[in-house]
């Protein structure tokens, strides 16, 4: 069940509404056909574990494209939250520089028109920096954490302290961006925390980092037994820092059924076509000569007589 904790923005006249998506895919945003495999099978083995019980968050939204997935999960009296700045002020100068390159279109009123289109109500929005998240959301009630939001060293360390607070115990906390070039605050401050600030990781995909504050050795035998079942995963076992965890490759993964909008475009039907017209043939140009220069008589004659050498 989510929850409103703000009323959606309203759009000024001057900016346009943005479109609304028809399918999961005209959703922009990065989200791997193997890594939302990966989160179904996190999510619904947790939903089918009774004692596996907590709200959703999200730090980081983008356009919507992984909250919109994530909402699928939730059960009744859970809550998901979703903490951005979208287009509010950033709160330093580095940040400021960082939105500029890398998120210049994001918007509220974007991620809204595309979360509705498959949702009948918003998440609860804190549309702030993600530092107020652990004074926004209760200590440790989430089950399940996303976390792509800053790339910035000293952002992502905020946003580790903060899941290590409002983490359940158990809880699965993902970060993006763990390894990408262009992002070594990420893997700096997520690695440090693997090595020094007890976060354990579960298990590592080409994008994502999955890891929890509580034992991991419970996730890492499920997700093994559930991976030698699949020809379409890669697995293997490192050792980081004398403690395992699952490396997990492409092989050609079966996507799962996306997301389904609300209300999917209906096709047109197909318009059967037309017999074309029937074309008239020019008279030769004999007959329209003998027409307009003999008389009646004389053309009849001429055209039965050629009907005869037919």
């Known amino acids: 069940m989510s929850h409103l904790s703000q009323a959606p923005v309203t759009t000024p006249e001057a900016e346009p509404t943005p479109p609304t998506p028809r399918a999961f895919s005209e959703v922009k945003g990065w989200f791997s056909a193997y890594d939302q495999v990966l989160f179904d099978w996190f999510l619904t083995r947790q939903n089918s574990d009774a004692a596996s019980s907590g709200d959703l968050l999200e730090l980081g939204a983008f356009m919507g494209k992984s909250a919109i997935f994530l909402a699928g999960y939730l059960r009744d009296g859970e809550e998901f939250t979703v903490c951005d700045l979208f287009d509010s002020p950033p709160p330093d100068d580095e940040n400021l520089s960082e939105v500029r ?65 409002v983490a359940a115990p158990d809880a699965v906390v993902v970060f993006d961006d763990y390894r990408s070039a262009h992002c070594p605050g990420v893997a700096a401050a997520v690695w440090a925390a693997v090595v020094t600030g007890g976060l354990r990781v579960i298990a590592v995909s080409a994008s994502k980092l999955y890891a929890t504050w509580g034992d991991p050795a419970p996730h890492q035998a499920a997700l093994l037994s559930w991976l030698e079942g699949r020809s379409d995963l890669w697995h293997g076992v490192d ?65 039965a007589a050629r009907r005869r050498r037919r």
């Not at 799962?256 to 059967?272: G, T």
């Open 239 to 303: 050792v980081v820092a004398g403690l395992p965890l699952v490396r997990i490759g492409d092989e050609g993964v079966v996507p799962i059924a996306p997301p389904e909008p609300l209300h999917p475009a209906e096709e047109a039907e197909p318009v059967a076509p037309q017999a074309p017209a029937a074309v008239r043939k020019p008279p030769a140009a004999w007959r329209k000569l003998a027409k307009d220069l003999l008389p009646p008589l004389v053309t009849r004659a001429i055209v």
């Open 101 to 165: 390159d890398s998120y210049p279109t994001l918007t509220r009123r974007g991620f809204e028109v595309n979360y509705l289109a498959f949702h009948e109500a918003l998440p609860t929005v804190i549309q702030a920096p993600t530092s107020v998240v652990a004074d926004r959301v209760r200590a440790k009630s989430c089950r399940f954490i996303h976390i792509d939001a800053s790339h910035l060293y000293e952002h992502v360390v905020q946003d580790i302290e903060s899941s290590r607070l």
